[in-house]
């Protein structure tokens, strides 16, 4: 750009030196005197001479200069076609790089994708070895340990576990590994076999149980049978009230049709439909909430029973499940006259048995004679209780439920040789519900239940009194009652359980005028002062009624798995309880009250 500007500038000179040049010899003579005409006219040839010269000596500098710049514009076109080519071939150059590296990305991206697709063969062709490998080794081991036997059709798995437990009681009740929580003694009450006074230590194996399932494939349903035995029988006072309690001790026995269509049908004794459940309605231990507790007699406030019962439930989605049973009725009665038959006496033994009879006996010489008086362990029952639950489940909120209990009380007045006899009948009604909800899923559960209603202790775990026989007209009254149980499951560990619950049962008054006299359960005119002494002193009643108001349980327990293999669990466990039961105050105001701290330490060895 610079040279052709050089250019255009020596151009324009030129031309105007041409415009001068043409104007000077264009331009008209002045008018001389004639004399002068030659000398002018030489003259003036003279200067045109030396103007052309000049001209042509600036038009030789011009041209001289013009080619100069012309060498010097062929030379700069010359470097700009050089530069030109230069870059060309740099781009060819580029272009021909960037294509090589192209086909190198290219050939690196097809053999990385091919060494990621042997690397993933070999992967596969690993998880495909290790998992046969484990395949094997789960087969061999299925074959060396099985966890079922197979026989004609049916796969049957043992269980159970055998265990040995220590306990520490600080008053005495002589009641083996089960605490009769609605009769610790009170004050200084000695009588019943209970002692205020003495502690008592053992060691005991009668919680060991052995267990049978049995599971077949019947087209569309599936067939599950289970049977669990104890030790806990309690011959000859054995009845079925809270849970049968004959020798050897049935704890469990029912079978199951699962169809595909979401129904099933249960009968046997299982654990009752009252009883909180983890998961929907099943019958299978890990479906049920029972606490992991030491305590035989479990924990005052949970709900529960095993007893004959018939079962059916429905899957209705995927979170509903609807179940209905009918339930082996027994009702515990607080007492009736020699008038009232068809009742079944409710005692203080293991799980609150009824007491078969009670015996005296008396010396003469060398002669003891001892005499039974016998009561009554059954009651004659109109009809059976019914349980109805709705639960809920959600993987992630955790298990709830609803239940309700309907219940048929009759008893028989006798009649006399001048009165006709009659029979008469009674209702009781429950409404409770649970919830297991996964705080910290598979490390904290908080659990909740309870059960609210009339005549409903028979389901209630310290065992109280469905209702009272008047002595007035001989009818039934019912005892209202609720019970509470709340708590936290914890696995801190793989290997470790700690868990807290506190329990309540409270039983309300259920009294009537008996002429001028208060009667009835929690009379305020119930004699209690022979709670209150070893010995009654002279002119004092050695009585004591102490009908329970509400019993508090408070307890923590754990556990440690020292060993867990093919072979089953080794675990050793503790626990603590404090029982508090109150009375409702009678005579005078005295309401007595107990308490009983309890220890216990175990060593089971759990079956697989």
């Given at each position: ?55 042509k ?8 200069a ?34 090589k ?7 690196s ?90 502690s ?39 009845n079925?009230?809270?849970?049968t ?6 704890r ?33 231990n ?6 992991n ?51 079944a ?17 008396t ?22 209780d ?54 910290l ?11 609210y ?7 209630q775990d ?13 009818k ?62 002279t ?30 669990i ?9 029982i ?29």
């Amino acid at each position: 750009m610079r040279h052709i500007r050089i250019l255009a500038a020596v151009a324009a000179i030129f031309i105007i030196s041409l415009a001068a040049a043409a104007q000077s010899t264009n331009q008209p003579e002045s008018k001389k005197s004639a004399p002068n005409k030659h000398a002018a006219k030489v003259a003036g040839k003279d200067e045109i001479a030396e103007q052309l010269r000049s001209m042509k000596e600036a038009i030789d500098r011009q041209q001289a200069a013009l080619q100069q710049l012309q060498q010097q514009l062929q030379q700069t076109q010359l470097q700009l076609q050089q530069t030109q080519d230069q870059l060309k071939q740099t781009q060819q150059s580029a272009q021909q790089t960037e294509n090589k590296a192209a086909v190198v990305e290219s050939a690196s991206q097809a053999e990385t994708q091919k060494v990621q697709s042997d690397l993933s063969d070999v992967h596969a062709k690993v998880n495909t070895a290790v998992e046969t490998a484990k395949q094997a080794e789960s087969k061999a081991s299925a074959l060396e340990h099985p966890t079922s036997i197979a026989y004609k059709g049916i796969r049957l798995s043992p269980g159970g576990f055998i265990e040995l437990t220590q306990y520490y009681r600080s008053h005495a009740t002589l009641s083996d590994q089960a605490t009769p929580f609605q009769a610790i003694p009170l004050e200084a009450q000695v009588s019943g076999g209970y002692n205020t006074h003495l502690s008592e230590y053992n060691i005991t194996a009668r919680d060991s149980r052995l267990s049978l399932r049995a599971d077949a494939d019947a087209g569309s349903a599936k067939l599950t049978g289970y049977f669990e035995i104890d030790f806990f029988g309690t011959s000859p006072s054995a009845n079925p009230n809270q849970t049968t309690s004959y020798t050897p001790r049935i704890r469990q026995a029912w079978a199951r049709t699962a169809f595909a269509d979401g129904w099933s049908i249960t009968g046997g004794q299982p654990w009752s439909l009252i009883t909180l459940n983890r998961k929907g309605t099943s019958t299978d231990n890990s479906s049920l909430w029972i606490p992991n507790i030491i305590e035989a007699q479990y924990s005052v406030g949970y709900d529960w029973g095993r007893f004959a019962e018939l079962r059916a439930s429905k899957t209705l989605n995927e979170n509903l499940t609807l179940a209905v049973a009918l339930a082996n009725p027994s009702y515990l009665n607080s007492g009736a006259n020699s008038a009232v038959s068809g009742l079944a006496a409710n005692g203080n033994g293991l799980y609150g048995n009824s007491l078969v009879s009670t015996c005296s006996s008396t010396i003469s010489g060398t002669t003891v004679t001892t005499t039974c008086t016998n009561t009554p362990t059954y009651s004659t029952n109109l009809a059976p209780d019914l349980i109805v639950k709705l639960a809920y489940d959600n993987a992630r909120l955790g298990h709830y439920e609803l239940k309700a209990l309907g219940r048929v009380f009759r008893d028989r007045v006798v009649s006399t040789a001048t009165t006709p006899g009659w029979n008469n009948k009674g209702w009781g009604d429950g409404i409770g519900g649970g919830a297991i909800i996964p705080l910290l899923p598979k490390k904290i559960d908080l659990i909740a239940q309870g059960l609210y209603g009339k005549g409903i202790s028979r389901y209630q775990d310290a065992g109280q009194y469905d209702f009272v026989v008047r002595a007035t007209d001989h009818k039934l009254q019912d005892i209202k009652a609720f019970s509470v149980l709340s708590g936290f499951e914890t696995h801190p560990s793989p290997k470790a359980e700690f868990d807290l619950f506190f329990g309540d049962e409270y039983y309300y008054r259920s009294t009537y005028l008996d002429g001028t006299t208060i009667a009835g359960y929690g009379s305020p005119a119930a004699i209690n002062s022979g709670c209150y002494y070893e010995t009654a002193p002279t002119g004092v009643s050695s009585t004591c009624t102490g009908n329970n108001r509400n019993m508090l349980n408070g307890k923590a327990i754990a556990y440690y798995d020292l060993f867990k293999g093919s072979f089953g669990i080794l675990r050793y466990g503790v626990e603590a309880d404090y029982i508090e039961r109150a009375t409702w105050s009678g005579l005078n105001g005295l309401a007595p009250r107990g308490n009983d701290k309890v220890g216990f330490a175990t060593i089971r060895w759990i079956l697989p």
